[in-house]
């Protein structure tokens, strides 16, 4: 027989029966007595001792608060004796459990343990408190619970309660237990297109099979609405033709949530309302850097080709040379460039011998720096013997070459 004491719940002014049982050879001797170890007697009725085939059993009518204590039932042979403590209060709410400490946890879930209390005579179940705003996690009999449904990174008030059939206990120990970190990816570059009313946005992450887009937008008349879309791609986008009805929305937030835990998501983002004509600022920036590039070559091709014929008009140095001692020749002779006439006959007044000016002009020669005239052509002729029947003399041609080029240039 066990020395522990029994607790026994009774309801008030029901009968309750204490049932006590010994093992032993030779087979024992039952009685039973009060708190104060008397002997209890059957013969005022409110007491009745029956033997069962493995011991005795005590049973207490109408049952008061009176009659709740401590019984004692004795179990003698002829080796021994051993007794067994029964404590019969009437049934009431349970006592609060104890010592409520955390075994385990991770980002949503906290695994408790605790000692329960005395249910008060009646079979108890216990309740879970860890947030206000929601209702109590029901346990069971259990003295273990794994706590599931929490939120990532979100700190705990956890308490536990015992209830039965009369009523509830009083709240266990508190204990405060932040769960683990978990951060949900948020969407990028988020817009609504207004012509296709959808939505659409960038999630370069992998295992996109694990969440789903929530989109939460107010309409024209201040209606909230919720929509989910879990079939995902990197480049997602969601039609809200079928879900707008034909109304405008007015501001549209998109989330991304666990698909096994829709409550669980990302940092809102809200959406840029743009028109599909519209070009994307990464294209815009291409298209000016390209087009600024093409404009650069161009430029840069220009000036090129402005110093190429500047060059080619430049004279060759032998050919200034000799232009410098043909002024020099003018100067001594005493001839202005003012007797110069710009005529297609090439006659200026004041020359000694006008047919000089009426000859045919020299060859034109290429060479690298453009065209030319081939100055020393005439001189030739008029060594050649030219310069008798027009009336030039050699002397005169240094003259003539400077007039000609300079028409020519």
Same mark, same amino acid.
């Given at each position: 027989m066990s020395t522990d004491v029994i607790l026994v719940g009774v309801d008030p002014g029901a009968s309750s029966r204490v049932i006590c049982s010994a093992l032993g050879f030779p087979i024992p001797d039952y009685r039973w007595l009060d708190g104060d170890a008397a002997a209890?007697?059957?013969?005022?009725? $409110?007491?009745?001792? =029956?033997?069962?085939?493995?011991?005795? #059993?005590?049973?207490?009518?109408?049952?008061?608060? &009176? @009659?709740?204590?401590? %019984?004692?039932?004795? +179990?003698?042979n002829a080796i021994g004796s051993s007794v067994m403590t029964f404590n019969l209060t009437l049934n009431s709410v349970p006592s609060q459990p104890t010592q409520l400490r955390i075994l385990s946890m991770t980002w949503e879930s906290v695994e408790l343990g605790w000692v329960p209390g005395f249910d008060?005579? *009646?079979?108890? &179940?216990?309740? *879970?408190?860890?947030?206000?705003?929601?209702?109590?996690?029901? #346990?069971?009999?259990? *003295?273990?619970?794994? /706590?599931?449904?929490?939120?990532?990174?979100?700190?705990?008030?956890?308490?536990? $309660?015992?209830?039965?059939?009369?009523?509830?206990?009083?709240?266990?120990?508190?204990?405060?237990?932040?769960? @683990?970190?978990?951060?949900?990816p948020a969407p990028e570059n988020v817009k609504y297109h207004r012509d296709s009313k959808s939505v659409t946005c960038s999630l370069q992450f992998s295992h996109l099979d694990d969440y789903c887009i929530r989109l939460l937008f107010n309409t024209s008349d201040n209606f909230q609405q919720n929509y989910s879309e879990c079939s995902l791609q990197s480049d997602a986008e969601v039609r809200l033709d079928s879900v707008l009805a034909g109304t405008e929305p007015r501001s549209i937030g998109?989330?991304?949530?666990?698909k096994r835990r829709l409550d669980v998501c990302s940092d809102t983002r809200n959406a840029e309302f743009v028109n599909s004509h519209d070009l994307p600022v990464r294209v815009i920036i291409i298209v000016c850097c390209v087009c600024?590039?093409?404009?650069?070559?161009? /430029? !840069?091709?220009?000036i090129a080709v402005c110093?190429?014929?500047?060059? $080619?008009?430049?004279?060759?140095? @032998?050919?200034?040379?000799?232009?410098?001692?043909?002024?020099?020749? #003018?100067?001594?002779?005493?001839?202005?460039?003012?007797?110069?006439?710009?005529?297609?006959?090439?006659?200026?007044?004041?020359?000694?011998?006008?047919?000089?000016?009426?000859?045919?002009?020299?060859? !034109?020669?290429?060479?690298?720096?453009?065209?030319? /005239?081939? /100055? %020393? +052509?005439?001189?030739?002729?008029?060594? &050649?013997?030219?310069?008798?029947?027009?009336?030039?003399?050699?002397? =005169?041609?240094?003259?003539?070459?400077?007039?000609?080029?300079?028409?020519?240039?």
């Open positions: 209890i007697g059957v013969d005022n009725g $409110k007491y009745t001792i =029956e033997a069962s085939k493995n011991g005795s #059993v005590l049973t207490i009518m109408n049952m008061t608060s &009176q @009659d709740g204590g401590v %019984y004692i039932c004795e +179990a003698t008060g005579g *009646i079979p108890q &179940q216990f309740l *879970i408190f860890f947030r206000l705003e929601t209702a109590p996690a029901e #346990v069971g009999g259990s *003295i273990r619970f794994n /706590l599931t449904g929490l939120f990532p990174n979100t700190a705990y008030d956890i308490s536990v $309660k015992s209830r039965n059939r009369l009523g509830i206990s009083a709240a266990s120990n508190t204990v405060t237990q932040t769960t @683990d970190a978990f951060v949900v998109v989330s991304l949530c666990l600024g590039g093409f404009l650069l070559i161009l /430029l !840069i091709l220009l110093c190429c014929v500047k060059r $080619k008009c430049k004279p060759y140095p @032998d050919e200034q040379r000799t232009i410098n001692a043909y002024e020099s020749n #003018v100067t001594q002779t005493g001839k202005d460039e003012k007797d110069v006439n710009n005529s297609p006959s090439f006659y200026a007044e004041g020359i000694d011998n006008p047919m000089l000016y009426q000859q045919e002009l020299p060859p !034109i020669l290429y060479g690298k720096k453009g065209p030319y /005239l081939d /100055l %020393y +052509a005439l001189d030739r002729s008029d060594s &050649q013997g030219g310069g008798s029947d027009s009336g030039v003399s050699v002397s =005169e041609v240094p003259k003539t070459k400077r007039i000609i080029h300079e028409v020519i240039v």
